[in-house]
């Protein structure tokens, strides 16, 4: 598979919805794909994906408000706002309908824009995500094995207090730099800077409270106007939790790919498996 180099990568700044979004874009030909990160990610988490499908298509990674080098600034950073961004973003480019790609605690923000703003969307790929309102809140629920982290983001005003000055050793725990994600020591490095800076971490506050909050709404939307829009579900080796949750939450046809070996940051772990898997899947909707 020939991919472009990381030199033809451009990082460009879109101002909407009163604050500004980064985003990173590749390739000059074929159907656009925009790639959404989760946490503890920015735009880097598809470092290693972008130059494969670049190869075919037009691709754009965006930091999420709050997240990278996106605008941190006062405001809401709940998934309804960042679907708006995201919305925005896809009209100011003029390249949809897109093929969106979300992972993690995107979920939401993705089911978001694909249900409220058809027009913008061609085909939802989900990786390792699942959804409020259908399982997702389960996550937090530490005394059945959920994240701590997840209680500790969304509590108001204990990231500041706890997390701000500790950004690299609570980013070294999920493994971003070691072999179990394959990320290198300068993905950790630009991840911890961002998450340092003023404001870093109310994109991942934000998204983490609105995960809590958002189910009844999620659920209504999977019910009216739907999830309509090809799905492909994507988990790590041993993990059916993403295929289960669109197979209830879409109303259209869903295919899911699981990668035997690969832990959760499957687009750092296995780009070159999840790039095959992601090209078949938007080769088969454009009918190529």
């Given at each position: 598979m020939n991919a472009v180099t990381a030199a033809a990568l451009t990082h460009h700044h879109a101002h909407l919805n009163g604050t500004t979004l980064h985003y990173v874009s590749a390739g000059t030909e074929g159907s656009p794909i925009l790639l959404v990160h989760g946490f503890p990610e920015t735009w880097r988490a598809f470092r290693r994906l972008l130059p494969l499908l670049a190869a075919r298509h037009r691709v754009y990674a965006v930091d999420l408000r709050g997240f990278g080098d996106s605008d941190a600034g006062p405001g809401e950073y709940d998934s309804a706002t960042s679907a708006e961004d995201l919305h925005l973003l896809v009209e100011q480019l003029g390249v949809g309908p897109v093929h969106v790609t979300g992972q993690d605690v995107s979920g939401q923000t993705v089911f978001r824009l694909a249900t409220q703003h058809p027009q913008d969307v061609r085909s939802l790929v989900a990786i390792e995500t699942g959804l409020p309102g259908f399982g997702m809140e389960a996550?937090?629920?530490?005394?059945?094995?959920?994240?701590?982290?997840?209680?500790?983001?969304?509590?108001?005003?204990?990231?500041?207090?706890?997390?701000?000055?500790?950004?690299?050793?609570?980013?070294?725990?999920?493994?971003?730099?070691?072999?179990?994600?394959?990320?290198?020591?300068?993905?950790?490095?630009?991840?911890?800077?961002?998450?340092?800076?003023?404001?870093?971490?109310?994109?991942?506050?934000?998204?983490?409270?609105?995960?809590?909050?958002?189910?009844?709404e999620i659920r209504a939307l999977a019910e009216s106007p739907g999830l309509t829009v090809p799905v492909l579900a994507v988990g790590a080796a041993g993990r059916s939790f993403t295929a289960t949750t669109f197979s209830e939450a879409s109303s259209g046809e869903v295919s899911a790919v699981s990668l035997d070996g690969v832990g959760h940051y499957v687009a750092l772990e296995a780009p070159e498996r999840l790039a095959e898997a992601v090209l078949d899947f938007v080769g088969r909707v454009d009918g190529v």
């Open positions: 996550l937090a629920d530490v005394t059945r094995g959920g994240a701590w982290y997840i209680g500790a983001l969304a509590a108001p005003g204990i990231p500041e207090l706890l997390l701000a000055g500790r950004e690299r050793e609570l980013i070294s725990r999920f493994d971003l730099g070691g072999a179990g994600a394959d990320g290198t020591p300068e993905d950790v490095d630009d991840i911890v800077r961002t998450y340092a800076r003023p404001g870093g971490w109310r994109g991942a506050t934000g998204l983490y409270r609105s995960m809590l909050r958002d189910g009844p």
